[in-house]
């Protein structure tokens, strides 16, 4: 077998290690089991690659899991997928124009596989459409990651890694149990982020109502001051335009014992005017 494994080698070495034994059931179980896996593994794919930061690895590893399982599938029905010619070559040779996504095109195979175990004939020539429709999907969105060689190269490195003897169900149970371990560090992580947060917010926000107590007294006492200054300036006026009354008073008076009413009558309106005038004057110099 060479570095690069053709499609037919990668088929065989899937299902050598796949460990298919501990998937309970018959055929119909077994066959639903890698459909669903093919439509989780490319929704996993979908995600990678709409994710919001590139994540080629990811893309690529999860297009190898969507491989292993394609191949699984014609291993368990014995039906073959069509690639396009350009699948295994460096440079893809003709356009393909599907509009349909990965995840949708993985569902019309699960759709088939439904079928039987409701009690109907299993559709073998849909199927083989939509065993089609996978690979070249498949080996369209490779061209981006490397091909399908390296497709191909991701899932055996990262299922060799991970099952060195093939797939057993203890085996996958330590590595659930790995990544539970690891998602309740993550969480522990994310509980400590958060609670340091909120006091840094706590802090924050004490710093701000001490902030405004202390403008809400600075607004109390500038108002209180303005205040006082405005009784100081009223009562000044008040005591000013009582002494122009006085003053007028006298100067009427003394008109009238002159003989002079007329000029006494003018000269108190006038000077109730001044009166008031002067009086406003004084009041403003008091005030502040």
């Not at 179980?29 to 593994?41: K, M, Q």
């Not at 299993?122 to 459409?129: A, T």
């Not at 080996?139 to 390296?150: H, Q, R």
Request: hydrophobic share 45%; charged share 30%.
């Amino acid at each position: 077998m060479s570095d690069v494994m053709t499609w037919d080698e990668f088929r065989g070495w899937a299902s050598s290690r796949a460990g298919m034994h501990s998937v309970g059931g018959d055929v119909s179980t077994r066959l639903a089991y890698l459909a669903l896996g093919l439509c989780g593994e490319a929704a996993e794919y979908e995600r990678a690659r709409y994710a919001d930061r590139p994540r080629n690895n990811e893309m690529r590893e999860e297009l190898g899991d969507v491989a292993w399982y394609l191949a699984m599938i014609e291993h368990a029905t014995g039906e073959r997928a069509s690639w396009p010619s350009w699948a295994f070559g460096a440079d893809k040779g003709e356009d393909w124009a599907q509009p349909l996504s990965l995840p949708v095109l993985a569902g019309s195979i699960a759709e088939c596989v439904k079928r039987p175990m409701s009690g109907r004939p299993f559709p073998v020539d849909r199927f083989r459409v939509a065993l089609a429709g996978v690979a070249y999907e498949l080996a369209y969105e490779a061209l981006s990651v490397g091909g399908m060689g390296a497709v191909i190269a991701a899932n055996v490195a990262k299922l060799s890694e991970r099952y060195p003897e093939g797939y057993t169900v203890e085996k996958a149970r330590e590595r659930d149990g790995g990544e539970v371990a690891c998602l309740a560090a993550q969480l522990r992580g994310a509980k400590a982020t958060i609670a340091e947060l909120l006091r840094a917010d706590e802090g924050e926000r004490a710093a701000r109502e001490e902030q405004w107590s202390k403008y809400l007294a600075d607004v109390e006492r500038l108002t209180a001051e303005r205040d006082a200054a405005f009784n100081r300036g009223v009562e000044a006026a008040a005591k000013v335009a009582a002494e122009c009354a006085s003053e007028r008073g006298h100067t009427q008076a003394t008109m009238f014992a002159e003989g002079r009413p007329e000029t006494a009558f003018v000269a108190g309106i006038k000077g109730g005017e001044a009166s008031r005038i002067e009086a406003l004057i004084r009041a403003l110099k008091v005030a502040p």
